[in-house]
Each structure stands twice: as C-alpha cells, then as structure tokens.
C-alpha cells in the first residue's frame, strides 16, 4: 500500500511539472509562464522559434517577442546562475543628466577587463551616476562580448567601442625601424622601453587619441585608466567646474619624470620653441618647467642634464578640452615632436609631451588643480589632508599601496611638483569654485 501509494504522488508530481500536449504545442500549469510563451495576440514563441533562421529574423525580433519578461521586476522569475537575459540592458535609463558636451575615455585592452570594471565602479560611484556622461573605450583590436556586455552593465551612461585605425596607433612610416629595433634592445633599463606596445601607446595618447571619429562629437574629455580608484565624493561635475571658471585642462598629481625616457625630448622643446614663438602664450608656464629651487621641493636636490626640472602632470588623470588638443597651436607642437622620432627612438611618455605642451602653449590661469578629489594609481595617490574635507566628501583614502607598504598623500612631500606648481603656476586657491552639494 505504501508502494502504491508513493508511485501515485510521483506520477501526480509529474504530471504537474512536465508541459502537457495541448492545441498551443506545450502548454505549462505556470500561468506566468504560459504568458510569455503564448503572448496575447501574438503567435506562439514555440512558432517563431521553430521557423526562425538567422536569415530572416533578427536578433531584437526574438528579444522583442519576450517583453513580457523584465527580471528587475518584483514576482518575475529570477535570474539565474548558468544564463544571462539581454533584455537587462535596455532596462536602464541611460539619458544624460549632465550638461556639458563631455565623455569618460578609457583606452583599454580585452584583457583589462577586471581592471577596467573596478575603476569604472568607483568613478560611477563617486560621480558619474548622478550625471550619466557617455563612456568611449579605444582599442587596437575589436572588443569582444564579455568586454561589451559587462561594461555596459556597469556604466550608467551610454557606452561606444572604438577600433583605433592602425595608422592611427602604429609606428608612423618616418621612422627608421632598425634604429628603432635597436632602441628597443638596449633599453633594459628604462620602465616599459623594451615594450613596443607601451610606445605605440605613448605616441598614441600624445597625439591621436583627440582625432578619433567617436571623440570628434565632444568638446570635453574625462581620461580614467583600469586599475585606478576615486576615493572622495566629487559632489559637483568637473567638466562644468572647467567651462565655468574658463580652465582648458585639470590634473590631480604632479610628479618629476623618469630622465632616462626622455633624455632629447627638452632639447626638441627648446627647437620648438625657436621655431614658433608665435604659438606661446604671453602669461605660460615656462617657470614652472625650469625652475630648480630646493624650498619648493622639499629640501630635496632634483639632478637633470637639461633645463627642463622634469615636473610633469600625471597624465593618467586629466580632464580637459577636446578643443585645445585639436587646435592649431598642439597640432604643431605635437607634429615636431613627431617627426624627431621621440617617441620610437627613446620611450616619450604623454605626461610629459601634454605638461609642456599646456604649460607653454595655455595662459597658467587655464590650468586647474583638482586638488578634493581623492585618487589612486598605482603607487601613488592624492588625498585631502582637511579633516572637514574628508568627512563632508566621505573620503577613504588607502592606507597601504599595493604591495602593503604604508601610504600617504602625493600633495604636500617628496617627489611631488604641486608646490613648484603653486609658485609658478596657477597658485594655490582658498575659495570654492563650485557649488558643493553635501548630503
């Protein structure tokens, strides 16, 4: 009896769960589900399903017949470990609340996928989320679909995915290749100068990041790299804060530079220099590149063979106008820069190209120093020192680097440039230039 009885709970129990035959060619018990498979109206999905064929049906015909379903919705099956529904992504309101012509750029590789995810998840969260800025990722190679789908799911904006043309991140066709080879042999001890890649992206952000199709719609440009972190709540938008008070570029760290990876690259300035005077602006920079007194660098003695102190904005952070970059004055600084062979022969960074080029090229006062925005890039960070900042911004700020050693703020010890900056920049401000918003 306890057989029987068994076998008949199993046979009931499967009976509820296996789809019985009906006119609509499976129909289930689960009303919800019936619901999405036979839509009211609408042939049944089983239907489509069977005589669709890549050929005649697109992708958003079948995603379009499934509408029914929205897996943010309470009462809505949930999603589930082994699958991934599509239709989450247009579940977002992706429409810009922010005001300015801008964009969030981000030059990354498939491979930086995690990377790229972690620095987008603190900018979003710190600023980007209450203004929705689009992002454009650039890369050499096409991005593949994890890369795509998972980027977009982190950005609150639009998200575009540009393939730099290879004349664009290539070695240009002046350069003598076999000098470059042996360039490239002989520089063990200069960081990333055994790195062809590293060079073409060197030359690349130096000079053609700014010329590419997608970027030519904007007039402002927030550069984030994989790996960083943002560590204050901005609580105010940057690219206003730059239109506003007329600031044209906008770092937050200032460091000196390696000298072993630009040993020419002052010499070709001062070329520069010579030959176009015209393209220098009367209230400039210049003092900042080549002053060399201890009391603003800590006591500290910085030996160089050239003028240039090397002080250069670190260029993994900027914020800035699309416009100067595109314009005439740039254009030509850049283009003698590149026909000297700078940038294959020895290991030119763009920090330092883009420091010299806005201190000599921009008025000082155009020049703006983020100075309450907390940021990390390996293995450096900058951080407010003012306890009020910190706790009106919610600031958490890193205690230790990367490899566990104690770490402290780049503003205000050794090797920072901010003081020199102070000096003979644009000085040190002591009012707001934007309205806060606390909360």
Not at 246 to 260: C, H, M, S, T, W
Request: charged share 25%.
């Amino acid at each position: 009896m306890v057989y029987l009885t068994f076998i008949s709970v199993a046979v009931l129990a499967l009976a509820l769960l296996i789809p019985r035959e009906s006119y609509k060619f499976h129909e289930f018990h689960d009303n919800a589900l019936n619901s999405i498979l036979y839509p009211v109206n609408e042939p049944p999905i089983w239907e489509k399903i069977k005589t669709w064929s890549p050929a005649k049906n697109s992708k958003d015909g079948i995603l379009k017949s499934l509408n029914q379903y929205n897996p943010a919705n309470i009462g809505q099956q949930k999603l589930s470990s082994n699958s991934f529904f599509e239709e989450v992504h247009f579940g977002k309101d992706r429409q810009q609340i922010g005001r300015e012509n801008a964009t969030i750029v981000m030059l990354v590789r498939n491979s930086e996928l995690k990377g790229a995810l972690d620095s987008m998840r603190s900018l979003e969260d710190r600023f980007n989320k209450d203004y929705k800025y689009p992002w454009v990722f650039l890369n050499d190679v096409p991005f593949d679909q994890e890369f795509i789908d998972k980027t977009t799911m982190m950005a609150s904006g639009k998200t575009y995915y540009e393939l730099i043309p290879s004349e664009d991140w290539n070695m240009p066709a002046h350069i003598d290749n076999e000098k470059f080879e042996h360039n490239l042999r002989n520089s063990w001890d200069v960081i990333y100068g055994p790195s062809r890649s590293y060079r073409n992206m060197c030359h690349f952000n130096s000079g053609y990041f700014y010329r590419q199709k997608r970027l030519l719609n904007y007039e402002w440009y927030f550069r984030v790299e994989p790996d960083v972190e943002y560590m204050c709540d901005f609580q105010y938008d940057p690219f206003t804060v730059m239109r506003e008070n007329k600031k044209v570029y906008g770092f937050v760290l200032a460091l000196p530079d390696y000298e072993n990876t630009i040993p020419t690259l002052w010499p070709t300035v001062e070329e520069f220099i010579e030959k176009y005077p015209q393209h220098l602006h009367p209230n400039n920079a210049y003092d900042f590149l080549t002053t060399n007194e201890t009391d603003v660098f800590f006591g500290v003695d910085n030996p160089h063979k050239h003028l240039y102190n090397l002080c250069h904005f670190w260029s993994n952070f900027e914020i800035a106008s699309l416009e100067f970059f595109r314009g005439e004055a740039y254009g030509a600084y850049f283009d003698h820069l590149d026909k000297s062979g700078g940038f294959y022969y020895e290991r030119w960074g763009d920090a330092p190209v883009h420091t010299i080029g806005v201190s000599l090229l921009l008025d000082r006062d155009e020049i703006y120093h983020f100075e309450d925005i907390g940021y990390y890039h390996a293995p450096y960070m900058g951080c407010p020192t003012s306890e009020d900042v910190l706790m009106a911004r919610r600031c958490i700020c890193r205690d230790k680097a990367f490899d566990g050693e104690p770490l402290k703020g780049m503003e205000v010890r050794p090797p920072s440039c901010i003081p020199r900056w102070w000096r003979y920049g644009s000085g040190k401000t002591f009012l707001n230039e934007a309205e806060y918003t606390f909360r």
